[in-house]
């Protein structure tokens, strides 16, 4: 399963980076309005850090207005893929874009009904959106193990983006699903790292190091 960071904090991108836990990034326009400068200039940035996926999302609300800012996005770096949102307008731009090169991201995905158009359409990735659907009394980590059933009995090459992942659990419902991706909050993915009994045994371990009366060097020879 590989890791995107869901930010377009250049600091947070450095850090995961460095840890060589995330494999891509996903932005979308609310994450992309918290950021000062040239948004154009920000993303061709975080094409260079992470050197994988980087998914940049349209702001237009009709198929032509979608179908010309996917054309830019995706000139503006090889790792760029755009994010469409799963309704008409967004279908009609995917079919539209067979043949230009540009990868999809299928995004706010509900049902497997839409994720399996956006199959058939040719998107890279679909992100159905897990933790809003559980918000709203749906069983959002069910419609992965759905999608998931569909994809493999038609040999689809578009790959599970979970997305929405609120807190670890739904990380690790994502992986026992078989999502191919999560797309994670800088604080969840830094929470995957931390666990309260481990820090506990490590106190006791060391504490009992500290109250031995013959001192031992483990690093001497």
Same mark, same amino acid.
């Given at each position: 399963m590989?890791?995107?960071?869901?930010?377009a904090?250049?600091?947070?991108?450095? =850090?995961?980076?460095?840890?060589?836990?995330?494999s891509?990034?996903?932005?979308?326009?609310?994450i992309?309005? !918290?950021?000062?400068?040239?948004? !154009?200039? +920000?993303?061709?940035e975080?094409?260079?850090i992470?050197? &994988?996926p980087?998914?940049?999302e349209?702001i237009?609300?009709d198929? *032509?207005?979608?179908?010309?800012?996917?054309l !830019?996005?995706?000139?503006?770096?090889?790792?760029?893929?755009?994010?469409?949102?799963?309704?008409?307008?967004?279908?009609?731009?995917?079919g539209?874009?067979?043949g =230009?090169?540009?990868?999809? *991201?299928?995004?706010?995905?509900?049902?497997?009904?839409?994720?399996?158009?956006?199959?058939?359409?040719?998107?890279?990735?679909?992100s159905?959106?897990? &933790?809003r659907?559980?918000?709203?009394?749906?069983d959002?980590?069910?419609?992965?193990?759905?999608?998931r059933?569909?994809?493999d009995?038609? /040999?689809f090459?578009?790959?599970?983006?979970?997305a929405?992942? +609120?807190n670890?659990?739904?990380?690790?419902?994502?992986?026992?699903?078989?999502?191919d991706?999560?797309?994670?909050?800088?604080?969840?993915? #830094?929470?995957?790292?931390?666990?309260e009994?481990?820090?506990? #045994?490590?106190?006791?371990?060391? /504490?009992?190091?500290s109250?031995?009366? +013959?001192?031992?060097?483990?690093f001497?020879?």
């Amino acid at each position: 399963m590989q890791f995107f960071l869901d930010t377009a904090d250049i600091k947070l991108i450095n =850090h995961f980076k460095s840890l060589k836990l995330i494999s891509g990034v996903t932005t979308n326009p609310a994450i992309m309005a !918290k950021e000062t400068g040239s948004l !154009k200039k +920000r993303v061709i940035e975080i094409c260079n850090i992470v050197n &994988g996926p980087v998914s940049v999302e349209v702001i237009a609300t009709d198929a *032509n207005g979608m179908f010309e800012q996917a054309l !830019k996005l995706g000139a503006l770096h090889e790792n760029i893929v755009v994010k469409l949102p799963a309704n008409r307008a967004g279908f009609e731009t995917l079919g539209r874009l067979e043949g =230009h090169n540009v990868p999809v *991201n299928m995004t706010v995905v509900y049902t497997s009904m839409q994720a399996l158009l956006c199959a058939k359409l040719g998107a890279l990735y679909v992100s159905p959106f897990v &933790g809003r659907l559980d918000v709203n009394s749906t069983d959002g980590v069910g419609l992965l193990s759905e999608i998931r059933r569909i994809f493999d009995n038609y /040999n689809f090459n578009t790959k599970i983006l979970a997305a929405s992942m +609120r807190n670890a659990i739904y990380v690790k419902s994502a992986a026992l699903a078989g999502a191919d991706v999560a797309t994670i909050p800088p604080d969840i993915l #830094s929470q995957l790292m931390d666990s309260e009994l481990g820090d506990v #045994s490590l106190i006791g371990f060391l /504490n009992e190091w500290s109250n031995i009366t +013959r001192r031992i060097d483990l690093f001497e020879d």
